[in-house]
């Protein structure tokens, strides 16, 4: 599985972006069922989850971006998202799409969100 994403950038706060990630070289019923996420990694910190999304479709957000972050996917187009409003310097991170499936636990190399005040 090969993941990339993409749609980072440097935005002002209250701002907003959209980051996509398509899934390469998985097959449908795999992507379906596999369980899609969001992580952050901000400059001296460590990589937090930001989102998940289940292949039931159940939806779990870190508190600090509740009401602000939304994650979907597309199945047939593989790609899952992260719709981001009301971005505050604090979401400042490189951002990384992670499929979690059967066979495997993929990462995608991350998109740069810089957010100024």
């Known amino acids: 599985v090969q993941l990339q994403a993409s749609g980072g950038g440097s935005v002002q706060a209250g701002g907003s972006l959209k980051l996509s990630c398509p899934a390469r070289r998985i097959i449908l019923s795999t992507f379906i069922s596999s369980r899609m996420a969001w992580y952050r990694q901000a400059p001296g910190k460590q990589r937090e989850l930001v989102a998940e999304l289940s292949s039931g479709g159940s939806t779990n957000y870190q508190d600090s971006v509740k009401g602000r972050f939304t994650i979907s996917k597309d199945n047939a187009k593989r790609t899952v998202y992260l719709q981001m409003n009301s971005l505050e310097p604090e979401d400042t991170a490189v951002y990384y799409c992670?499929?979690?499936?059967?066979?495997?636990?993929?990462w995608g190399q991350g998109t740069l969100v810089t957010v100024s005040s």
């Open positions: 992670n499929v979690e499936s059967g066979s495997g636990h993929y």
